[in-house]
């Protein structure tokens, strides 16, 4: 099963031309299941996941944030929503957005968002989230990774597969609030990556990013609770994706997180039935 995390960057920058590089890292990636966060939605009805989902034959679980006046009076445009999203192969039979918590003066609306997918044999609880960002707001982080947390514990249960959490966690892997997030029994699925692989999501070589840091940040990850019967959810292989120019245009600020893990049913990474194939 083919697991993808991805920041979308929102309404920022050359938007149109970054949504179509998305799709084309997508397409490739054929993943089965995508975790999205800083999605956007128009007051017309057009919504990027939704979008993508469609261009991608997969089905999507939205949420959208319920404080989006920071963010839209960054781009002068209060018609443009923000949110989070699954996407995935599977049609979700349980779904659930939880506001994270965060002081008043830095709320804009962060969220995680759950969908139990309807795979066979094993549901898969799947969580994507966005923390808030700022070297400052640690603090903020460890109570919003603490909700999380328990987020989780409430919707994990009932099922073979172990929970997979993916998202922005807007912090390094040593950081508090991650090691936080490790000790409620998730694993890092970037320990199983190759170890001269790049790492960095954040990276100063991206030019959105004009003074990203040297030689970057591994801020966006994929975690997955302890394998299940014969290592259900078992990581295989993990690394970037959506970390360079596609037709000139970089898709994102961030780039993806790919996490190949041994799926329901039999089905792994190459199953030529996978979307895409």
Avoid at 47 to 60: I, M, S, V
Avoid at 113 to 124: E, I, K, M, Q, S
Avoid at 256 to 272: F, K, R, S, Y
Wanted: glycine residues 12%; proline residues 10%.
């Amino acid at each position: 099963m083919r697991v993808v995390t991805w920041n979308l960057w929102w309404r920022f920058g050359p938007w149109a031309d970054r949504q179509k590089a998305v799709l084309a890292v997508l397409r490739e990636l054929r993943p089965d299941v995508v975790g999205l966060q800083e999605v956007w939605a128009a007051a017309d009805g057009a919504n990027l996941a939704e979008w993508l989902a469609g261009e991608l034959g997969l089905h999507c679980v939205w949420a959208a944030c319920e404080a989006p006046e920071r963010w839209q009076r960054r781009i002068g445009d209060d018609t443009v929503g923000i949110g989070a999203a699954v996407l995935s192969r599977w049609p979700a039979m349980e779904r659930a957005a939880l506001r994270l918590p965060v002081p008043e003066e830095l709320d804009d609306g962060r969220l995680a968002l759950y969908a139990r997918l309807d795979a066979p044999g094993h549901p898969v609880p799947f969580f994507t989230a966005h923390l808030t960002s700022g070297g400052h707001a640690s603090t903020v982080r460890r109570e919003q990774v603490a909700a999380l947390s328990d987020f989780v514990a409430v919707h994990r249960r009932g099922t073979g597969f172990p929970p997979v959490v993916t998202g922005d966690l807007n912090a390094r892997p040593e950081s508090p609030e991650v090691r936080l997030l490790r000790a409620g029994r998730l694993q890092d699925a970037w320990e199983h990556a190759d170890p001269s692989a790049p790492s960095a999501t954040w990276d100063g070589a991206n030019p959105y990013i004009p003074d990203g840091p040297v030689p970057g940040a591994r801020i966006d990850y994929v975690h997955v609770g302890p394998p299940g019967p014969d290592g259900l959810g078992r990581v295989r292989a993990v690394r970037r994706a959506g970390d360079g120019p596609v037709g000139g245009v970089w898709p994102s600020d961030h780039a993806a997180v790919v996490a190949d893990l041994a799926g329901p049913g039999g089905l792994e990474a190459t199953d030529p039935g996978r979307p895409g194939s």
